[in-house]
């Protein structure tokens, strides 16, 4: 019998949520929310990397729901958001993951509410791509980008301990981009995950609970998104960015290395902060849920001022 998406008990199994819903795209591609906490709360909105799910962020959902509108949704083709509508590569680009944030936002946000929007890997990607749209600046209030890059990640990846140059990045661009199912989660498979995606004292829950997650994913959903993070390049958006941003980044990350993280920190019109996490790879919302806890919650009381009927209260 094969085991569910995620783990289902302790930390990191997701929580239930208060309310779920459907965003549809620009496309027509239909996403995954759903919605945890209270009405009238501050708004945090979390978007997923690469193979993950809504599930990745079980331990932030767990933490802010209990004071915050916690707002996460499936990246199309990953969790419960079916594959791009229009099948093949095409309903797969950094058009499309802006998109689907701004019908994210729009879905479940009042007009001229805001948001703290926190992404992870691709999820910061995300961030990147939309930030020059109107919708984007009508709902942000401000960013958390953790463990991402915006281009040139096949060529800065040390997955591969090899010397960087031409054959790594070839090499490392067939791994990543490779179409074979990753098969059930087994020793070996955790093993390899953990190498390639977590520091090496990450705790056996944490990384069955990413392993869990990522084996998940179809492997052509998989294999379109890698095609698009292959040829990234996202730094004019980096620069579009003008609204308060937080960088958080583990210095043992071996898919986007800290390099990328002290990058965008660099070229941030408005960087708010730049968190380097020893000990931690590049899922750093399971390997460092505290410290990413933390992250939101700072920026959502500096950003998001309180309703003034608690201010009077």
Excluded: N
């Excluded at 093949?88 to 479940?108: F, H």
């Excluded at 990640?153 to 990045?169: I, Q, Y």
């Excluded at 004292?201 to 392993?211: H, I, K, L, Q």
């Amino acid at each position: 019998m094969r085991r569910p998406a995620h783990v289902t008990s302790g930390r990191y199994a997701p929580p239930v949520a208060e309310r779920e819903s459907i965003a549809v795209s620009a496309d027509g591609a239909r996403l995954h929310v759903e919605v945890h906490g209270r009405e009238g709360a501050p708004a945090v909105v979390l978007s997923h990397g690469w193979t993950c799910s809504t599930a990745f962020w079980a331990a932030q959902i767990r933490e802010l729901a209990a004071d915050h509108r916690v707002i996460a949704y499936d990246q199309r083709g990953h969790g419960r958001s079916p594959a791009a509508p229009a099948g093949g590569s095409a309903g797969y680009s950094t058009t499309a993951l802006a998109d689907d944030l701004v019908a994210v936002l729009k879905a479940t946000l009042a007009p001229g509410e805001r948001a703290v929007v926190a992404g992870h890997s691709m999820g910061g990607m995300t961030v990147m791509a939309a930030a020059g749209r109107p919708e984007f600046t009508e709902h942000a209030a401000a960013a958390l980008l953790c463990s991402t890059g915006s281009s040139r990640l096949v060529a800065e990846s040390t997955v591969l301990p090899l010397r960087a140059g031409r054959a790594r990045t070839r090499i490392t661009s067939a791994v990543v981009g490779s179409r074979a199912p990753l098969g059930p989660v087994t020793p070996v498979t955790r093993a390899v995950l953990k190498y390639a995606t977590m520091a090496p004292g990450s705790a056996p829950e944490r990384v069955e609970a990413c392993a869990r997650i990522v084996h998940a994913c179809p492997p052509a959903v998989r294999h379109a998104w890698s095609r698009v993070l292959a040829g990234l390049d996202l730094d004019a958006g980096l620069a579009r960015l003008t609204l308060p941003t937080a960088v958080l980044a583990g210095r043992v990350d071996r898919l986007t290395p800290i390099t990328h993280a002290r990058r965008i920190a660099a070229a941030l019109p408005r960087c708010v902060g730049l968190t380097e996490i020893t000990g931690a790879g590049h899922m750093t919302p399971v390997e460092a849920p505290e410290a990413v806890t933390a992250a939101i919650r700072e920026l959502t009381a500096v950003y998001l001022p309180a309703p003034e009927k608690e201010k009077t209260a």
